[in-house]
């Protein structure tokens, strides 16, 4: 049998494979629908403009996971995240890609974007749809990779993407992600929380302005936050793994619970004399017997107003769940 004689056979077949997966694209959508999960490809444009990704580098030819791929540039409303064909998809274009797979010529490498574990196809979406009905678990492609400071995974559900969008635009807008571009992780369960962090940076942005006697940057404020109030709070957590408490919060949700019960003992301490975070959690801890990180001492903290209640809190592990209201 010529080469030609079997191309014509691949493509017969192609087209009754073509129509299968369409019918099992109805039901995989209909299902997922019903269960409340989406079914779509991740737009690779919308997801660029989400997580501010500017960077990219050409990588070279790899052997991918094709389930690792769960977007594309272009043809995202084409396929459904299995890649099965949707009604757009033209059948003779994947039909003619299946034979070509089938037979002795095999499919060219496709062009991807990498960000984090994810892919997201440039050009080669049906070689694609058809490697994976043919039970592939790899295919080549082309790789460049755009770098992303927060973890992006192929298992991460649309609500994930949207917390990790919210930390991003967090870093971008007070210029953490470029002044300290290796800064302790300022993430939180929340998303929604992210403007009370940038309100207490204002807050600070204020207190600077008022002891320099000239206006301050947001980017200035947010630097000089980080490096005289979250950091040295963080790094008594960390002292004391005060985390291991509370597996299912970050760093950041501590903080801002502190934060927000600090409010309700002000009233009891209205009338003591206050005195610089790092002070406050020095003292505290000195007066305790425990060991204070040299880190923490070398901190050169300016006059910030007293987060009074950080070291109780630190040092104890005690009170209510971060996070509630109580």
């Excluded at 995989?28 to 991740?42: M, V």
Aim: net charge negative.
């Amino acid at each position: 049998m010529s080469e030609d004689q079997s191309f014509q056979l691949y493509l017969v077949d192609g087209i009754n494979k073509y129509h299968n997966a369409r019918s099992r694209a109805f039901w995989h959508d209909i299902f997922h629908l019903l269960r409340g999960k989406s079914a779509e490809l991740l737009s690779f444009d919308e997801i660029r403009a989400k997580l501010h990704l500017r960077e990219e580098s050409y990588r070279g030819l790899h052997d991918i996971p094709l389930d690792h791929i769960k977007g594309s540039v272009g043809r995202y409303r084409d396929f459904n995240r299995s890649f099965l064909p949707r009604r757009s998809v033209d059948q003779d274009r994947w039909s003619r890609v299946y034979a070509m797979a089938s037979g002795q010529r095999g499919l060219p490498p496709i062009e991807v974007y990498q960000v984090g574990d994810v892919y997201f196809v440039r050009d080669g979406n049906h070689r694609v749809s058809v490697a994976r009905e043919l039970g592939a678990k790899t295919i080549q492609a082309h790789v460049t990779e755009l770098s992303t400071p927060v973890p992006f995974h192929a298992d991460m559900t649309d609500r994930d993407i949207d917390d990790i969008a919210a930390y991003s635009a967090f870093r971008d807008e007070t210029g953490l992600a470029t002044t300290r571009i290796h800064h302790q992780s300022l993430r939180l369960s929340d998303a929604s929380r992210y403007p009370d962090l940038l309100g207490l940076i204002e807050i600070h942005r204020g207190f600077l302005g008022r002891v320099r006697g000239t206006p301050v940057s947001l980017e200035t404020a947010a630097a000089d936050w980080y490096d005289n109030v979250y950091r040295p709070v963080v790094t008594v957590m960390r002292k004391y793994h005060i985390m291991d408490e509370y597996p299912d919060r970050t760093e950041a949700d501590l903080f801002l619970w502190m934060v927000r019960n600090l409010a309700d003992l002000r009233e009891q301490f209205e009338d003591a004399p206050t005195a610089p975070t790092r002070d406050n959690v020095i003292d505290f801890l000195r007066e305790r017997g425990l060991n204070v990180p040299d880190n923490f001492l070398a901190e050169n903290d300016p006059e910030v107003e007293t987060l009074r209640f950080a070291a109780n809190v630190i040092a104890d592990a005690a009170g209510s769940e971060p996070g509630s209201d109580s």
